[in-house]
């Protein structure tokens, strides 16, 4: 079955910078495109970057627009977040997620608190 693993998360202070890793597992991960949305206390989640099944297309949310960058190992079924210039508003629970046989799936999620 189709499986994805966050990890990566943890605290850091403003400006710093985190690298979060999905591990995929049960489709094939070559043909499918992958997102990383994040949800926030008491807010929707939201979509933070996509990437095509060939890493090249790639799009952000405004707000991570020049930070964050997202990319993909078809080899090793991975796909990562690199996150420059934390700011607190990124304080969030990330989630990898796909779209494979008609059906949104998603990861456990990994916390990321972004304070001084």
């Known amino acids: 079955q189709v499986q994805l693993v966050e990890s990566g998360g943890g605290l850091v202070q403003p400006g710093e910078s985190l690298r979060l890793s999905c591990a995929a597992s049960?489709?094939?991960?070559?043909?499918?495109?992958m997102n990383w949305y994040r949800q926030a206390p008491g807010k929707e989640r939201e979509l933070v970057a996509f990437i095509s099944s060939a890493g090249d297309n790639t799009n952000y949310a405004d707000s991570v627009k020049g930070r964050f960058t997202i990319s993909r190992d078809n080899h090793k079924n991975m796909v990562y977040l690199q996150m420059n210039s934390l700011e607190t508003d990124d304080t969030a629970v990330y989630y990898c997620s796909t779209r494979w046989a008609y059906q949104t799936y998603w990861g456990q999620g990994t916390q990321v608190t972004v304070s001084s």
């Open positions: 049960g489709f094939t991960f070559s043909i499918s495109t």
